[in-house]
């Protein structure tokens, strides 16, 4: 998990290092037992990182780590923020005002119109929007955001190697041109529509 990660990062100062640790200097670390240990071990981990990465470079996919200093800052105040996440577009949330948007998928007319409204008048403001790219008021906010010229970035709840919705496949060209995706889901996750919540 990201907090454990974040824990034997901060104690041998990169993620290289850990792997390289025999079993007796890792038993040493409070909260880090066998279970852990044994996984770490495994070299099946690394192989999946390289594809992994691998797959990042291949498509114009950013990996951007806890210790990187692109890494928002403000996430990184999150104890259970990622450890790594991916990004793909021109995204740019330095000191950005940072909007989050998220409702209803069967949005009605008054709330699609209210986004409108909205965004319309944010427009004079250099906010980010944020939301997930789902039916609805996410998908309103987007559309609505790029039709203003707002940076728009939408979390997604699955691998960059997809979209979904397949319907909004239309809008990702102009997503990426000002804004872009973000996610903590490697290409190699399995798509699972818990991850959403």
């Given at each position: 998990?990201?907090?454990?990660?974040?824990?034997?990062?901060?104690?041998?100062?990169?993620?290289?290092?850990?792997?390289?640790?025999?079993k007796?200097?890792?038993?040493?670390?409070?909260?880090i037992?066998?279970?852990?240990i044994e996984?770490?071990?495994?070299?099946?981990?690394?192989?999946?990182?390289?594809?992994e990465?691998?797959?990042?470079?291949?498509?114009?996919?950013?990996?951007?780590?806890?210790?990187?200093?692109?890494?928002?800052?403000?996430?990184?105040?999150?104890?259970?923020?990622?450890?790594?996440?991916f990004?793909?577009?021109?995204i740019n949330?330095?000191?950005?005002?940072?909007l989050?948007?998220?409702g209803?998928?069967?949005a009605?007319?008054y709330?699609?119109?209210?986004?409108?409204?909205?965004?319309?008048?944010?427009?004079?403001?250099?906010?980010v929007?944020?939301?997930?790219?789902?039916?609805?008021?996410?998908?309103?906010?987007?559309?609505?955001?790029?039709?203003?010229?707002?940076?728009?970035?939408?979390?997604?709840?699955?691998?960059?190697?997809?979209?979904?919705?397949k319907a909004?496949?239309e809008?990702?060209?102009?997503?990426?041109?000002?804004?872009?995706?973000i996610?903590?889901?490697?290409f190699?996750?399995?798509?699972?529509?818990?991850?959403?919540l």
């Amino acid at each position: 998990g990201d907090i454990t990660a974040k824990k034997l990062i901060n104690h041998f100062g990169s993620a290289k290092e850990i792997f390289t640790q025999p079993k007796k200097i890792l038993q040493k670390i409070p909260g880090i037992g066998n279970k852990i240990i044994e996984k770490l071990q495994k070299s099946q981990w690394l192989q999946e990182a390289e594809t992994e990465l691998n797959f990042c470079s291949k498509n114009n996919i950013q990996v951007v780590s806890y210790i990187d200093k692109d890494y928002p800052y403000l996430l990184k105040k999150c104890p259970d923020s990622p450890i790594v996440f991916f990004q793909k577009g021109n995204i740019n949330l330095k000191n950005k005002r940072i909007l989050a948007i998220v409702g209803t998928r069967n949005a009605t007319t008054y709330g699609t119109d209210f986004i409108k409204q909205f965004l319309y008048e944010l427009a004079q403001l250099d906010v980010v929007i944020i939301s997930g790219y789902a039916y609805g008021i996410d998908i309103s906010a987007h559309k609505e955001a790029i039709k203003n010229g707002i940076q728009t970035v939408a979390c997604l709840a699955h691998g960059l190697n997809i979209i979904y919705p397949k319907a909004h496949t239309e809008y990702c060209a102009a997503m990426i041109a000002n804004g872009g995706f973000i996610t903590d889901f490697g290409f190699l996750s399995p798509f699972d529509r818990k991850n959403f919540l």
